[in-house]
């Protein structure tokens, strides 16, 4: 079974250019989640979708960011336009409440640089 | 709020030396506690967890034991590989949340 994947790796963009991160979930997986790593900091949370609903989006740090889930399967978070202060490593993660062992899974990440 | 607290790196070691990784953390109630681990280009993976004061996490040869006394959960391990070589993240939950308070990471290196 493919694990949460995270699209693009890397990705090098100018300040006041607009990025968008892409997260594809394990299938059939219904709550999705973003956090971001800013260089050495912590994890912190950005928001929580259970299937296309956004259920907490507390973690958001400001109206440049959006995110959606079209559909309940990926979700695409939108930064516009970009600041440097946005640099970081943004993860993906996925959970089922199916299962009985709730655990999440994280994809690689996206490494995000404004210059 | 609640907040994670652990050792700065990176932690530099020699294969089968003894490893501490350092964690404390403070919190409301009765957290559940966990160790993530990220391998270079891979995601984030639970590496092990404790719901309660008391038990001992393990897994891969790692250990860590809820300390409710010392608000604690260092890792260790008794003899690490270079494969061990990652970023180790200490966490923890509130009952009933799945979303997890992370510490800011401790890079592992080990050499042969």
């Known amino acids: 079974e493919a694990g949460v994947t995270q699209f693009p790796s890397h990705s090098v963009i100018e300040k006041g250019q607009t990025v968008t991160l892409r997260c594809d979930p394990i299938?059939?997986?219904?709550?999705l989640y973003w956090y971001r790593r800013v260089m050495g900091k912590e994890i912190k949370f950005l928001l929580h979708?259970?299937?296309?609903?956004?259920?907490?989006e507390s973690g958001m740090p400001n109206n440049r960011f959006l995110a959606e889930r079209t559909g309940g399967t990926y979700s695409t978070l939108k930064v516009q336009p970009a600041e440097l202060e946005d640099s970081g490593v943004y993860f993906c993660?996925?959970?089922?409440?199916?299962?009985?062992?709730?655990?999440?899974?994280f994809g690689p990440g996206t490494r995000l640089t404004v210059l | 709020g609640d907040s994670v607290t652990q050792m700065e790196g990176p932690v530099t070691l020699s294969e089968e030396a003894f490893l501490t990784i350092n964690c404390t953390y403070t919190?409301?109630?009765?957290?559940?506690l966990f160790w993530y681990v990220q391998y270079p280009g891979e995601g984030l993976q639970l590496l092990l967890k404790?719901?309660?004061?008391?038990d001992k996490g393990s897994n891969k040869g790692f250990e860590a034991t809820y300390r409710k006394e010392t608000t604690s959960f260092h890792l260790e391990k008794g003899s690490v590989q270079v494969s061990d070589s990652a970023v180790y993240f200490c966490?923890?939950?509130?009952?009933?949340?799945?979303?997890?308070?992370f510490g800011r990471g401790t890079s592992l290196i080990v050499h042969p």
């Open positions: 979708f259970v299937k296309e609903s956004k259920q907490d």
């Open positions: 966490a923890l939950s509130p009952r009933g949340s799945y979303i997890p308070t």
């Open positions: 919190a409301t109630g009765y957290p559940s």
């Open positions: 404790a719901t309660k004061a008391d």
């Open positions: 993660a996925s959970r089922s409440t199916r299962e009985s062992y709730n655990e999440q899974f």
């Open positions: 299938s059939g997986h219904d709550n």
